[in-house]
């Protein structure tokens, strides 16, 4: 049995030519790679958009709210709750920024 990582030379023989007939002169590789490119993007504009909205909500941006929260006098639960996401969010999207820079390194 061949390990995931490896493909059994006789379904590439038998795909490669449907890949070519759907623009993929690269074969199994560049399928791959353009599929991992709408997944990586999908990521990115979800987690773009998120911060937009957490900054549409807060009406400044991140850095200058988590300076109000942490001068703050008193806990607010709710605004912690919501720079946490926040901080998550933007966490997120520089993480698949960065891996889609080194999937086109590649």
């Known amino acids: 049995m061949n390990s995931p990582s490896t493909i059994n030379p006789q379904f590439e023989k038998q795909v490669t030519p449907l890949l070519s007939e759907f623009g993929y002169q690269g074969g199994i590789k560049e399928l791959v790679q353009d599929q991992l ?3 990586l993007q999908s990521k ?7 911060i937009a909205l957490y900054r549409q909500q807060s009406g400044d941006d ?8 942490e001068s703050a006098t008193s806990e ?3 605004l912690e709750d919501r720079l946490n996401d926040w ?4 966490e997120m999207l520089s993480h698949y920024q960065a891996q889609m820079a080194q999937l086109a390194d590649d």
């Open 87 to 90: 901080r998550f969010a933007r």
């Open 76 to 78: 607010d639960f709710d």
């Open 37 to 39: 490119t709408l997944m």
């Open 62 to 69: 991140y850095e200058q709210i988590l300076n109000y929260a």
């Open 44 to 50: 990115i504009d979800h987690y773009q958009a998120e």
